[in-house]
């Protein structure tokens, strides 16, 4: 009888597998988000925490060095204190001479905003399975993101050719521009951090522009189609979205501390 009794036990309904309740219980989807939305996530933590570290980096170097006290009329580039970022940055392509104080810098954010609109209206034709709607969209947010870049690439231009004017170094000589080891707008570490954080986040565009064209490519080629959903273009828009975000950070940081 008490072998009888534990078999019945051990095929009870009460020790039987459960159904799933839809949380979160080590084999249902959290959040009913899919594995690679979950992992991207991830990545976009961990990449936070890193851009997190690199301009902390700029606030304490910034903060180490001495600021400029005078007024914006009589300011001059001098390694003695860190330099004003509205005298560091007011060129503008085809305005040789014209003072336009982070004119440039405000239209090369205003273009990563848009790119930002156009890669929400991507998704959002995948949602409604509209192919066509989605390559547009897509297109656009590619060349929103690659004339970013390309404004990115004149401006590191500019900094590194300098002003007309130079600046007397403290050796005597006058130097024009910037690079790792001299720098005629101030302290070489500001040079060092603008050309290393902007330059990471510059290569995260470039990488972001690489997977909006391969998903324009398999939107055309029908791919996301035949899998019946655009979760991909999804995930590359969580990643494009990050990146537009991390911009208003160092643009916070260099262009108006």
Not at 106 to 127: C, K, N, Q, R, Y
Request: some cysteine.
């Amino acid at each position: 009888m008490a072998t009888t009794s534990t078999t019945q036990t051990l095929s009870s309904p009460s020790t039987q597998e459960q159904p799933r309740t839809g949380t979160w219980d080590g084999g249902n989807e959290p959040f009913k988000a899919s594995y690679g939305k979950l992992m991207m996530w991830f990545f976009l933590l961990s990449d936070a925490f890193t851009f997190a570290a690199f301009l902390t980096t700029y606030g304490l170097m910034r903060h180490r060095h001495l600021a400029y006290t005078g007024t914006n009329e009589a300011f001059e580039f001098s390694t003695a204190y860190w330099p004003i970022p509205d005298k560091v940055f007011n060129a503008f392509p085809g305005l040789h001479g014209i003072d336009l104080p982070l004119g440039f810098v405000a239209l090369m954010t205003m273009i990563l905003i848009f790119s930002s609109v156009t890669m929400v209206l991507a998704v959002e034709a995948g949602h409604r399975m509209d192919k066509k709607d989605v390559q547009k969209w897509l297109l656009w947010t590619i060349l929103f993101g690659i004339t970013f870049i390309s404004c990115q690439a004149w401006e590191w231009s500019h900094f590194i050719a300098g002003t007309d004017e130079g600046t007397l170094m403290e050796d005597g000589t006058r130097f024009f521009g910037a690079n790792l080891q001299r720098n005629q707008y101030g302290p070489v570490l500001f040079a060092d951090l603008f050309f290393f954080i902007t330059g990471f986040h510059g290569t995260h565009v470039f990488s972001g522009i690489c997977l909006l064209i391969w998903s324009f490519i398999a939107t055309t080629n029908g791919t996301f189609e035949k899998r019946g959903h655009y979760e991909m273009v999804e995930k590359i828009g969580l990643y494009w979205h990050f990146v537009d975000l991390v911009w208003v950070f160092v643009f916070t940081f260099f262009y108006l501390v």
